[in-house]
Structure formats: structure tokens, C-alpha cells
């Protein structure tokens, strides 16, 4: 069985608990591998190494810690196809989309790669008489991210791209279901000129996570992950003085027009429900048709779009999903499915208990539409998170604007419409962090940044992009005279000249 070790000071180093988890190939049903669960005095290793090497890391011109990001950059395109193989069979996902799981991390590695003029201060020349004011961002120190399982190649990027170029050393703590990403990323960084001890990684579950939490040498941690968990890590990681961003769950609307061009709705609502069988936290499992004939006319169209999705292994190039991550989650999935239905939800299109031909012990779930939810079910409430696309029909622009503002969560939304005029008042009113309009997953490029508002993010400060900078930095700011001297107007300090 393949063993997965920490990543501690540029080599394998596992001790502590004994405990391991198990990592499922979930298109097979088989467990693939194990990976070691660490405890405090693992992360107390990893600090200490941290800490040898941040000081000189930080003192290094930014134009040199810029080079390390790009040869990483390099790397990662040269090892596209394996990284994206690796992740697909521990994730569940199809391999094009695992490659955009790395592309998109890769984006904020590119932005990284522009640490010196990113991160260039402020300054104002005689702000007062010979008074000059000047700022500067300084790295934290240590930084530590935990992170999901559904991007295991992106959130990673997004977190130690920006933290270190930034002159911060780095501990990741991934997903204990798909970790050999992760640990690739780390060799590749090691390979493009990183010092030893600046990206680790130390696996583990909650025991590792509040060891991260308590540890007084790490400065800031960035979370992503369910909400309940967010919400605790960011209560307290705060309380222990640190600085924290902790990203959670999501249930996104997209809200359709009466005037949508509705192929096209069906043709994005296709990719952004059930693409990466809906464990996305930008996925759309909510459409909110305005109007009953838009509901009528959009779930006619659905229905045939739906059944004609394949779901497949994660190595089948034809396939439109995979399965999901772990038999649990599939289970969970199935059990809101029927809570939906106890709940009164229609079931038009049922995914449970589907089979995969030759692989009947892979995780799989059908493609399932759901109508008439309404907004006191608990199955809207909560996140699914899996390939189930739910309907909610709402009567007119005011109610299906007030669904998703009302949500607990407010991570993504999207309007559909040919009206310019509702679409901006729709991204004006919107209680939701990211909106798209015609733009189904509207994930934020590189260097815009990333993050949800109400339940799905805590903290102020955004993921990447100059949001990003900011997290991993502190800003000093400087007010300096110089004094001229004699005051006899000798000028007793002489400006040195040429020659
Ligand atoms: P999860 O909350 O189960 O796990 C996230 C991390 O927390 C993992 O590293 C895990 O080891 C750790 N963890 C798990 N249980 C813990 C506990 N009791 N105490 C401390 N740490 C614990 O999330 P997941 O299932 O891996 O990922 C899916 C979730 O992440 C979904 O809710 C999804 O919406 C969310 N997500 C959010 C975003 C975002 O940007 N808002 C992005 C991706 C995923």
C-alpha cells in the first residue's frame, strides 16, 4: 500500500500519532493508499524549521523571490498531466477538470511571479517641512493553511503563492482525503530553488488542525472548508491572536429572467451544477426561474440535458463528472435527496442508486433535479454539495432577489438576462460576495481576489490578488526628517558630490 508522509524541512519526516487515513480511488471503490496523521510535536518540527529559514527568505530582493515562483511555474506546466492524473484518482474528478484545478492555482503563481511590483510601498516626499512618509508591507512569519478537498491543487496555490512570495514561510495542512497533490506541489517548489523548511506539509484531522490553531509561532492561518469548521477555526485562531480568513460552505442561486436566452442557461447550468459532481463551492444548485412559464419553459429544456449527461470514471475523457469523493459522502448526498422528497420537493430526475457498469463499487450519483423547493426546506438550506440541481421558483425580480441575499450562505450568485438594467441593480443589491451576470461560476481572476460574504466567509480580507498581499503582510508606515545640521547655516552634514 502507498504510504503518504509529511513534508517537514524538505524531506519525509513522520512521527506522532501512529494514526493513518485511508485514500479511496473513488471510481474503483478501492483504497489506494494511506496517509500519516500528525499531531503537535510534528508541527512543533515544522515550525522550528520554518523558522531557521524565514528570516533570510524575507531579506531576500523580491526580484529573486520572484524567480523561484516563476521556475515553479515552469514545473508545474511541465508536470501538467501527472498532476492532474494524481489528483483524478484521488479526487474523483475528470481529468480536464483536475488540469483546471491546477491551472487555476497556477494563475495566482503567475500574479506571485510579480512580487516585486506588487509589493512596492507608498511614498510621499515633504508631507511637512523636510518631513517624508513612506509605507512598506512586511511578511508575518510563519503562515499555515487548511484546506478542502475539492481543490486540492488550487486552494493550496492560492494560500502559499501570495504567502510566501511574500517573504512568509509556509505550512499547509491539506485535505486528509486527496493529500498527493499537495505533496507534489511541495517537491516541485523544493525543485525550483526554494530553501528547505519554507513550504512543509503536515497531514492530519482535528488533532493536527488545533495544534495549528494553538501554536504560538504561527501568525496567520487561512481556512477553507465547510462553515461549521470555519467558523470555529476562525473563533479561535482569533482568540489566540492570530490573524485569520476562513472561507466556508456555499449554496449559490442562479436567477433566470424571463427574457434569458434559456439554451444557454441549460448549457452552463449543465457544467456549474453538476461538473465535479457538484462539490464545487461555486457549483449553481439552485435556479431560481422568474415566472412560472420561465420555470415551465426552462425545466422542459432541463430535463433532456440532464438525462443525456455521462457520468464516468475520472480517467474517462467523455465523461461530464466522476464520482464523489468517499462512499460517506455519497451517502449524504443520497439522504438529501431524501429529505427533499419527505420535504415535498419533486423528484424529476433521481439520481440515487446509481450504478456504473464494471464499476458498481465507485462512488457514483446520478444526475438529480429537484422542483418546487421551497425556501423553508432544510434540503435549500443546507449545502448538498453533490450533483443535485434544485429549482426554486420564484414570482417576480424582488423575490428572487431576496433568496440568495437571505441565505445563510453568500459565496456566488447569477443572473441570467438580456436587461442590463436588471442586471445591475442586481449586482448592486445582491447580499452575496461574487456575482456573475450571464457568468455562471464567476470565480474571480488572479488578480481581483476571491471570497464569499455571510456564512461562507469569516474575517475581512479576501483570498489572491493584492487582497491576498495584504493578508500575509503588516504594513508599517515611516515618518522621517532628516535634520540639516549646524543650524549656523554652516550645514554642518555635507552632501557628498561626485568625483
Ligand atoms: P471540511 O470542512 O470537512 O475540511 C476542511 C479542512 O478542515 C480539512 O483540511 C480537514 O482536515 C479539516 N477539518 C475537518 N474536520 C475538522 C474539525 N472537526 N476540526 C478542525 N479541522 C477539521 O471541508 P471539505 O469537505 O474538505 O470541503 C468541502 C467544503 O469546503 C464545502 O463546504 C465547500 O463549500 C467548502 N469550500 C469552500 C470554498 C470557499 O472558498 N468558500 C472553497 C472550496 C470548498
Known amino acids: ?50 523558522k531557521k529559514v524565514q528570516p533570510e527568505w524575507a531579506a531576500t530582493n523580491p526580484q529573486r523571490r520572484a524567480r523561484v515562483m516563476f521556475k515553479f511555474k515552469q514545473l508545474i506546466e511541465d508536470n501538467m498531466q501527472e498532476l492532474a492524473e494524481l489528483l483524478s484518482s484521488e479526487h474523483g474528478k475528470v481529468v480536464d477538470d483536475a488540469k483546471g484545478d491546477v491551472q487555476r492555482g497556477l494563475e495566482v503563481i503567475e500574479f506571485a511571479c510579480g512580487i516585486p511590483q506588487a509589493s512596492k510601498g507608498e511614498y510621499t516626499t515633504s508631507a511637512g517641512p523636510g518631513i517624508d512618509v513612506f509605507s512598506m508591507r512586511q511578511p508575518l512569519g510563519i503562515g499555515a493553511g487548511i484546506t478542502p478537498f475539492n481543490f486540492p491543487a488550487m486552494i493550496p496555490m492560492w494560500m502559499f503563492g501570495m504567502a510566501i512570495a511574500a517573504g512568509n514561510a509556509f505550512i499547509l495542512k491539506p485535505s486528509e482525503r486527496d493529500p498527493s497533490v499537495p505533496m507534489r506541489l511541495a ?66 442561486h442562479g436567477i433566470v429572467m424571463p427574457d434569458a436566452d434559456l439554451d444557454q442557461v441549460v448549457n452552463d447550468l449543465s457544467g456549474a451544477a453538476f461538473g465535479s ?166 470565480v474571480p481572476v488572479s488578480y481581483h481576489s476571491f471570497g464569499g460574504w455571510k456564512r461562507s466567509g469569516f474575517g475581512d480580507i479576501d483570498q489572491y490578488g493584492m487582497e491576498g498581499l495584504r493578508f500575509w503582510t503588516k504594513s508599517k508606515k515611516v515618518t522621517q526628517r532628516w535634520p540639516d545640521g549646524g543650524g549656523d547655516g554652516s550645514n554642518a552634514f555635507l552632501i557628498p558630490t561626485m568625483g
Open 1 to 50: 500500500m502507498r504510504q503518504i508522509d509529511h513534508f517537514i524541512s524538505g524531506g519525509a519526516g513522520s512521527t506522532g500519532t501512529g494514526r493513518k487515513h485511508q485514500i479511496w480511488n473513488p471510481s474503483t471503490g478501492e483504497v489506494q493508499a494511506e496517509v500519516a496523521l500528525g499531531d503537535a510535536s510534528l508541527l512543533a518540527r515544522a515550525v522550528e524549521a520554518a
Open 187 to 252: 517537491e516541485l517548489f523544493l525543485e525550483a530553488g526554494a530553501p528547505e523548511g519554507l513550504l512543509q506539509v503536515v497531514h492530519g484531522d482535528k488533532e493536527m488542525v488545533d495544534a495549528i490553531l494553538d501554536h504560538p509561532d504561527i501568525a496567520a492561518i487561512s481556512f477553507v472548508g465547510s462553515s461549521d469548521i470555519a467558523q470555529y477555526i476562525y473563533e479561535r485562531g482569533a482568540a489566540n491572536h492570530k490573524r485569520v480568513q476562513a472561507f466556508g460552505g456555499a449554496k449559490n
Open 277 to 442: 459532481a457538484g462539490e464545487r463551492c461555486m457549483a449553481l444548485p439552485v435556479v431560481v426561474p422568474v415566472g412560472e412559464e420561465t420555470a415551465e419553459r426552462l425545466k422542459e429544456k432541463l430535463i433532456p440535458a440532464i438525462n443525456a449527461l455521462r457520468v464516468g470514471v475520472s480517467s474517462d475523457p467523455d465523461a461530464h463528472y466522476g464520482p464523489v469523493v468517499t462512499p460517506e459522502h455519497k451517502a449524504r448526498i443520497e439522504s438529501w435527496i431524501d429529505t427533499a422528497e419527505k420535504e415535498g420537493a419533486e423528484v424529476v430526475i433521481d439520481g440515487r442508486g446509481f450504478t456504473l457498469q464494471g464499476h458498481e463499487d465507485g462512488f457514483f450519483v446520478g444526475p438529480t433535479l429537484l422542483d418546487h423547493v421551497t425556501p423553508d426546506m432544510e434540503s435549500y438550506k443546507e449545502e448538498i454539495f453533490g450533483p443535485v440541481l434544485q429549482i426554486v421558483r420564484a414570482k417576480d425580480f424582488e423575490e428572487a432577489l431576496r433568496l440568495p441575499s437571505e441565505h445563510q450562505y453568500g459565496n456566488g450568485v447569477c443572473i441570467f438576462t438580456r436587461n442590463g438594467h436588471a442586471a445591475r441593480e442586481f449586482a448592486a443589491r445582491v447580499n452575496v460576495g461574487m456575482v456573475g451576470i450571464n457568468v455562471p461560476i464567476p
